[in-house]
């Protein structure tokens, strides 16, 4: 009964109690007022502190959980975002992908309306790249490739679009207004990418060839336009790498040529009438002797005529027909030398044969099936081929030389790196190009290049024969220089192989002397 008092009135708070207080004749004369004992209350004051604690708590976790959906959400729109962009764009450059240009370039055709939009459609593809990733590794491939990529981007003008097809290739999208600006801008390309690049203090060079296709001259829609480009960028190539081209009418009729002597080779493979082997002399410069030939091979066609392999081979390794064309030119070769008084036959092969895993066995069987003593059999490979990196290439090239197989090097000093690789080199001869032989006598510098390449062949113990040797000048100062065979119209030109056998058979010709065969 807490504060309990007499009062008037029945209790002034809503938590008291009052007892009225009567007279006999039930009169209220006023009230004993309380404060009862209320326990439920009691208990809540009790824990009042622990339910603020409960609920700060409470509080506190529910934050925490909202925080953790909130940053969840944002992650997975943060990944939401990388995967629409990793959709759309290159994860190496950074550039947009085929997909999305292809889109894009969807996109600007269709908006064109009734009046043509000018666009210039650009495909890039770089040159020497190769070399760079087997020499230097792939991540200074990469390296190069961001390197290009950021050089092109930042000669192109507002509005335009670049791509990264794969590999090494780019496309590009640009609007125009004259075919001058478009000139203009694959000019600057060109020689952008042509500068230096710096690798961990190293200078690499690349060069760059475009094909050109425009809209709506060569076409309004997207597959016409980058086939155009693609045919564009393969005459940029084909002139020589290193330069730009625009589609022309008369393109398309060489890519329908190219066609169709792909399938003439594959005809004329079938049975193999149309190829010939012929040879041609390699002579000792010390005593103008034969020592060996090389067998080089050519396409009589029925309509065409004589076709060089300058033209042929090319198109045989990009549509697989090099392989069964080497077999042939390597068969009749070892055939014909087995019984030729010759130190060896010499026989181009190309890295799509040294890249085939059994290459070196078939080598041998050939050898088995014709007789041809291996130590009596020379494999010319190019830098390109001797510089790949690849398993096959390189235990190719070891088994066969454990064999006694020969290796040389063709076309030496016109590769990448050659001198700085020939310290670990698995040749046995090199072969000093045309180009460097032209420019004797022509105050070119290219004296001082071919000593340079004889004595280094020399220190490593190595033999050197110079192709393409045309002149007494020329025989003269490689034969003073310590040259060991010459070749060339000089003394010789190729042969058939009942020509070489009567040369062979026939007296010693002194060196120097022209034969017409």
Known sequence: FDNMHFSLSSGSEMWQVGLPLTTKYGEIVGYVVWEPYRPGLAFLQSITPVLVVVLFAL?????????????????????????????????????????????????????????P???????????????????????????????????????????????RVGGDEFNVLIPYEDVEAIEALCTAIVKQVGEPIDIEGQNVFVGISIGVALSPQHGTERTELTRKADVALYSAKASGRGCFSIFGQHMDALVRERAEIERDLRQALSDRS?????????????????????????????????????????????????????HLVLTEACQAAAA????????????????????????????????????????????????????????????????GIH???????????????????????????????DGLGKDRGDEAIVQAIVELAR??????????????????????????????????????????????????RSAGRLSIA
């Not at 082997?277 to 067998?295: C, D």
């Open 59 to 115: 509080v506190v976790v529910v934050a925490i959980f909202i925080g953790m959906l909130y940053r969840r959400a944002m992650a997975n729109r943060e990944q939401e975002n990388r995967i629409r962009y990793l959709a759309s764009h290159d994860s190496l450059t950074g550039l947009l992908n085929r997909a999305s240009f292809e889109a894009r370039l969807d996109a600007v055709l269709a908006d064109a309306g009734d009046k």
């Open 117 to 163: 939009r000018q666009v210039a459609i650009l495909y890039l593809d770089l040159d020497r790249f190769k070399p760079i990733n087997d020499t230097l590794g792939h991540p200074a491939g990469d390296f190069v490739i961001r390197e290009v990529g950021a050089r092109i981007g930042a000669l192109l003008p507002s509005g335009s679009s670049l791509c």
């Open 274 to 326: 149309q190829f010939q082997v012929l040879y041609q002399p390699k002579y000792f410069a010390a005593t103008g002797k034969v020592g060996s030939v090389e067998a080089l091979v050519r396409w009589q066609h029925p309509t065409r005529g004589l076709i060089s392999p300058i033209y042929f081979v090319p198109i045989a390794e990009e549509c697989g027909l090099i392989r069964e064309l080497g």
């Open 340 to 403: 030729w008084p010759i130190d060896t036959v010499a026989v181009n092969v190309s890295a799509v044969q040294l890249r085939d895993p059994g290459f070196a066995m078939q080598v041998m069987a050939i050898l088995a099936a014709t007789g041809l003593a291996p130590t009596k059999l020379e494999l010319e490979v190019t830098e390109t081929a001797w510089m790949d990196s690849t398993d096959h290439c390189s235990t190719n090239i070891r088994a066969l030389r454990a064999a």
């Open 407 to 437: 290796i040389a090097l063709d076309d030496f000093g016109t590769g990448f790196s050659t001198f700085g690789r020939l310290h670990e080199t698995e040749v046995d001869h090199i072969k000093i190009d045309k180009m460097f032989v």
């Open 459 to 508: 220190a490593k113990g190595l033999k050197t024969t110079a192709e393409g040797v045309e002149t007494r000048e020329q025989n003269d100062f490689l034969t003073r220089i310590g040259c060991d065979e010459l070749q060339g119209f000089l003394f010789a030109q190729p042969m058939s192989r009942d020509d070489l056998g009567e040369l062979l058979s026939g007296p010693p």
